[in-house]
Nanobody, 124 residues
Framework: QVQLVESGGQLVQAGGSLRLSCAAS????????MGWFRQAPGKEREFVAT????????AYADSVKGRFTISRDNTNKAVYLQMNSLKPEDTAVYCC?????????????????WGQGTQVTVSS
């Protein structure tokens, strides 16, 4: 069992930066791939970024590539999403998720544990 709690979301101006954090509890965190997903009002949930169990491999959605960076700290059981050059279209609720396997995935159905999410609003 893994419990996830996100933090760091807030209102920011376009071009600004935010760092989201996801604190995890549970014995299997260090062996789990982690992902960040987002959902804007009226839209489906979409993949943002993923990282494998060791942090050695990452992948990003094309819409955030070059602007967002995912990282993890297995000692402190946390995963982060550094978001730079934010755009109004990045406005959404951002959720972190943990998988049962260590290999990263862009598919939401491969994640079994989800946090409640943190709101990011980017104003123009």
């Amino acid at each position: 069992q893994v419990q996830l709690v996100e933090s760091g979301g807030q209102l920011v101006q376009a071009g600004g930066s935010l760092r989201l954090s996801c604190a995890a509890s549970g014995r299997t965190f260090s062996s789990s791939a982690m992902g960040w997903f987002r959902q804007a009002p009226g839209k489906e949930r979409e993949f943002v970024a993923t990282i494998n169990w060791s942090g050695g491999s990452t992948a990003y959605a094309d819409s955030v590539k070059g602007r967002f960076t995912i990282s993890r700290d297995n000692t402190n059981k946390a995963v982060y999403l550094q978001m730079n050059s934010l755009k109004p279209e990045d406005t959404a609720v951002y959720c972190c998720a943990a998988g049962l396997r260590g290999t990263m995935s862009q598919r939401s159905h491969e994640y079994v544990y989800w946090g409640q999410g943190t709101q990011v609003t980017v104003s123009s």
